[in-house]
């Protein structure tokens, strides 16, 4: 950019330049004025302000929106003045477009000059009514005078019409947008930085104006003209500004995505032995590394996901899940524990521990889904295994029946599910002559199954299977022949719990399933 050379002063002696840093070498331009009031003994610096007749390159350009309130040439006759001895020339009427435009580019110039302190009264300004900025954290002054002054040389050359020294105009702008959402600032405070300097440059601005030679004529005009071009350029501005905030915070949240998602990983693959894994990986999720926590597997068809994030959150838990092998894994944060530590943590319905109840109950009845669920566990170093541990319970539920069980419940299940020779094994031993007997099967494993369940009470058994109490003891008789076992003994009780544990998992007939009403198992 290049500017008009300086005018002599009184008395023939030359008045001295200054180089602007980001000029070519060749161009100069005055020495800084006061950014506040321009000195009105000075002629040629009013001089610097009144636009020459012969000017016409600093009209509009092609296509160019002329700025608000400004009127075509000659609309306003008569008010012309003639130009001063020193200009040579008549005065151009600064309501034309030819002088809207060299007022605005001698603006420009006057202002450029002395940007840094037209810098300092923005920052000042910005600072004064913004916490934020005056915080230094996480802008520092020196960083927020280095952006101001980029922006503010930007919107002077574009508002002046001057040919831009730092790329194109709105590139100051895009990249205050893109670096204050990395620093985490919030948009609404930038945009008010953005207002708060361009209300100081339209001061200092207006401040020019009124010591300019000739605005007696057209002061309001002109004023409203300049106002209306400084707005214009801010709003310009703070709209690139924006939208390259938003850009960036949309890549940012991007990378923040994948690192949680890798980080989350990383806990369920067991690699969060390493401390600074674990450490990492809580600053990611925003969790603590220690705390309550269990891990939650879920089978659901990939392509309908289960929403239980929300679901959990509206019951005061944290989670976080990921699709892992056509099922769902996540990490539950349970809230404080209620009962002293020791008990169990997601154990039964009839469990002392609130959270623990809570999280099979919202599972069960809000979700849908089948799943298992670990014990609880403090550090987040120890998600690997209570995530083989939670798909050990999976295992153990029959697909698609929307079941939610947690391991402790289903210790006996989980060790016979893993051992296929055993299970069979177990039920041979136990309760094959009962699976030879064919059409008494049915009515004998029934029975056994809630006599067993419910403390081997013939009366409670008879009441849930809707039958007289001897019908029940007949049937635990018969069983105790088959078997050689007597109905008193715990080791045949347990054997007979057992081998009805291990059906499912022997590759034998399953146990027969009660009518529905008949009775409700608890907890099996």
Not at 46 to 56: E, N
Not at 130 to 144: C, E, H, Q
Not at 270 to 284: E, F, I, K, L
Request: glycine share 10%.
């Amino acid at each position: 950019m290049t500017h008009s050379p300086a005018a002599p002063r009184p008395g023939g002696e030359p008045r001295a330049t200054a180089t602007r840093p980001d000029a070519r070498p060749d161009a100069r331009v005055d020495p800084p004025v006061d950014a506040i009031r321009p000195d009105p003994r000075s002629d040629s610096r009013v001089d610097a302000l009144r636009p020459d007749r012969h000017d016409r390159a600093d009209a509009p350009r092609a296509g160019e929106p002329r700025p608000a309130g400004a009127r075509p040439a000659g609309a306003r006759p008569g008010v012309s003045r003639a130009g001063s001895a020193r200009s040579g020339g008549a005065h151009t009427p600064l309501g034309s477009a030819a002088g809207s435009g060299a007022l605005r580019r001698a603006l420009s110039t006057t202002m450029l000059a002395d940007v840094d302190r037209l810098t300092d009264r923005a920052v000042d300004d910005i600072r004064a009514h913004s916490g934020t900025y005056a915080s230094d954290a996480p802008v520092t002054r020196d960083d927020l005078w280095e952006i101001c002054r980029d922006n503010l040389l930007r919107a002077l050359e574009d508002f002046g019409g001057l040919a831009p020294t730092g790329g194109d105009f709105e590139r100051a702008a895009r990249q205050t947008g893109r670096r204050r959402a990395e620093q985490g600032v919030p948009l609404d405070t930038v945009l008010q930085a953005y207002r708060r300097g361009g209300r100081v440059l339209w001061q200092v601005m207006a401040e020019h104006l009124r010591t300019r030679a000739g605005r007696e004529a057209d002061s309001r005009d002109v004023e409203l003209d300049m106002a209306g071009g400084v707005w214009e350029t801010i709003d310009r501005y703070s709209v690139a500004m924006a939208d390259e905030y938003r850009l960036a915070q949309l890549e940012l949240q991007s990378r923040q995505d994948t690192r949680r998602v890798a980080l989350f990983e990383a806990l369920l693959d067991g690699r969060a032995d390493d401390p600074a894994v674990a450490s990492a990986a809580a600053a990611a999720l925003g969790i603590p590394a220690c705390d309550r926590y269990v891990v939650v597997v879920a089978a659901q068809d990939p392509a309908a996901p289960p929403h239980l994030a929300p679901v959990l959150e509206a019951q005061g838990m944290w989670s976080f899940w990921r699709p892992r092998s056509g099922r769902y894994a996540g990490i539950v944060r349970l809230p404080r524990r209620d009962t002293p530590p020791g008990r169990p943590g997601a154990g039964p319905r009839g469990s002392a521990d609130p959270a623990a109840r809570a999280l099979l109950d919202v599972l069960r009845e809000l979700t849908g889904a089948t799943a298992g669920i670990s014990p609880e566990f403090e550090r987040l170093s120890h998600a690997g295994r209570a995530l083989r541990l939670a798909e050990q319970t999976l295992r153990t539920l029959p697909a698609g029946s929307g079941e939610v069980a947690a391991f402790d419940d289903r210790l006996a299940q989980v060790l016979l599910s893993g051992r296929a020779d055993i299970a069979e094994r177990i039920v041979t031993v136990h309760l094959g002559p009962v699976l030879a007997t064919g059409g008494e099967r049915a009515a004998l494993l029934t029975t056994l199954r809630v006599w067993l369940d419910h403390g081997c009470s013939a009366a409670r058994a008879a009441e849930l299977l809707y039958c007289h109490r001897n019908t029940v003891l007949n049937r635990i008789g018969r069983i105790a022949e088959l078997t050689g076992r007597s109905s008193e003994s715990g080791e045949a009780r347990l054997g007979w719990a057992l081998a009805l544990r291990a059906l499912p998992y022997a590759g034998l007939a399953d146990a027969p399933e009660p009518a529905a009403g008949e009775y409700e198992p608890d907890g099996t």
